[in-house]
């Protein structure tokens, strides 16, 4: 494919007033794929490297006629779901999949922020199970997420694999369940299950506090796909970019927090 005419990858998030995460690092992971970035912005959050101090969710009709403008010029490879804020979004979102039926759907089920503030409403769940999950090609959730979709805890690696497996039962095309929450010594350990074949992507654990980590590893598996890796390829590759992105971040704001480079995790040493 030429550069003039590169493929295209739907986000449908929230927007981070900090650029760290969100809509802000999905399009900035598109573009260091060169892969031509669209955005559907479901949610506005106020927000820094210091957490979340309001969100706004958009009106209904607005958020569908930025999903129409999209699908009616683009040819669009994969959608990136992220921050959906209620049980009105998600079905909106799922009415418009259902009918455009793009080839690839990353779902990240975005809860609950780094910082602790909440971002879905309670009524979501459900609709975020039966809506959305069987749409999904991969869905990613961290530990946590994955404890509130199946309603159970998740304290080591045997029962994350069980969970794994459990997601693809709800309708999950596949799953890559990420291991940062769970304390498996030196080492993160994300796990991928198709609904065959298990598969663990192991990276050292590294001593920093990061922003936009999932959002950008969601982004960057879908940028893969359209670049044409298989799934569970996409996901090893987009994991090593997320790594290199933090070995290589930097504090913009006055806190501690990391933001990912994402044009330096571009160029693989």
């Known amino acids: 494919m030429s550069p ?14 900090g650029g760290g995460a969100g809509i802000q690092a999905d ?19 106020a927000q820094n490297t210091r957490g979340v101090t309001a969100v ?28 959906l804020a209620n049980a009105e979004v998600i079905s909106l979102v799922a009415d418009a999949l259902e009918k455009h039926r793009p080839p690839h759907i990353i779902l990240d089920p975005v809860m609950v922020a780094t910082s602790g503030a909440k971002l879905l409403e309670d009524s979501a769940l459900h609709a975020l199970r039966t809506r959305l999950l069987p749409l999904a090609t991969l869905v990613t959730p961290n530990t946590p997420e994955a404890e509130l979709l199946l309603g159970r805890r998740i304290r080591n690696g045997e029962e994350a694999e069980d969970a794994a497996s459990a997601l693809t039962d709800l309708g999950a095309g596949a799953v890559l369940l990420k291991g940062g929450h769970l304390m498996e010594g030196s080492r993160v350990v994300d ?8 598969e663990a992507f192991i990276h050292a654990r ?3 506090d990061a922003h936009g980590t999932g ?13 044409g890796l298989s799934l569970a390829n996409a996901c090893e590759a987009a994991i090593d970019y997320v790594a290199r992105g933090l070995q290589s971040g930097y504090t913009p704001g006055r806190s501690e927090v990391l933001v990912l480079d994402h044009f330096g995790a571009a160029r693989p040493a």
């Open 215 to 227: 959002c950008t590893l969601a982004s960057a598996i879908a940028a893969q796909l359209c670049c």
């Open 56 to 83: 706004h969710v958009p009106p209904l009709d607005f958020l569908q006629a930025q999903l129409d403008a999209c699908f009616a010029d683009f040819d669009i490879h994969a959608v990136k779901l992220g921050m």
């Open 4 to 17: 003039s005419t590169p493929v295209s990858a739907l986000t449908i998030a929230g927007s981070d007033s």
């Open 191 to 198: 796990r991928f299950f198709d609904g065959v074949t298990f």
């Open 27 to 45: 399009l900035k992971a598109f573009a260091a794929h060169r892969v031509h970035g669209l955005s559907a912005i479901a949610a506005l959050t």
């Open 206 to 208: 590294l001593p920093v």
